[in-house]
């Protein structure tokens, strides 16, 4: 018996890896993160599949689900929205697996990040603009370490993609105003590779009046994802050097990314 901690990637279930898809295709018991996934995913389980959604179970109502599919020796396919190793919540979970002596296994997949990304069609990093990204979130239930404020983060002035951030964007774009200036690009995407995705663009300065239009109108939940940096911007004004004539073929082949 194992259980698979599974990156059920941001909403399209063409976005899974070819593992994920065939764990999922032939799961015989899935625990899933509630609202978090799109049904196109969760429809990819076979019709006799156990399902429990996480959203109204705690961890020790996971754990236990865990122990009493290891005396069944039933694999568990854990279900994560995105990339499990991006706020999953999965470190305690296998944390409870090494005390129960349970095998466990995580499949990555494709983060949300990635797919505001896709769908804005940017590149996160852009040369002598950024070359750093910060992936983050605001504070709710879990504060924020003092050292990860966004006041702290924002002073490199790298890109910055800010998870769970819908009901505060008017709050965030004003503290990054002073880092990044009131022009600089900002994009709010709600449900990146769903159906019904949206995407907002702006800058700092209006971003927040745009996404209060598109809150009223269209009712965006706290899934959405803001994108702030300079590396948005299109078109750029510098090239990568990868593609400079000058440069040799044995240099782009050791995987240099500009």
Known sequence: MKVYFVGGGPGDPELLTLRARRLLEHAALCVYAGSLLSPAVLGLLPPSAERHDSARMS???????????????????????????LYGAIGEQMDACDRLGIEYEVVPGISAFQAAAAALRVELTAPEIAQTVILTRTAGRTPMPPAEQLAVLARS???????????RVAELAEQLTG??????PAAVVYHASWPDEKIIRGTLSNIAG?????????????TAMLLVGHALGRPLPHASQLYNKAFGHGYRSVGEEG
């Open 179 to 184: 880092f990044y200036g009131r022009d600089c």
């Open 157 to 167: 002035r790298a890109t910055l993609c800010i998870f769970l951030s819908a009901p």
């Open 59 to 85: 961890l020790e109502g996971i754990v236990d689900l865990f122990r009493r599919a290891r005396e069944r020796n039933v694999d568990v396919v854990r279900l994560h929205a995105g990339e499990p190793a």
């Open 210 to 222: 745009q996404m209060a239009d598109s809150d009223r109108a269209e009712g965006l939940r706290r």
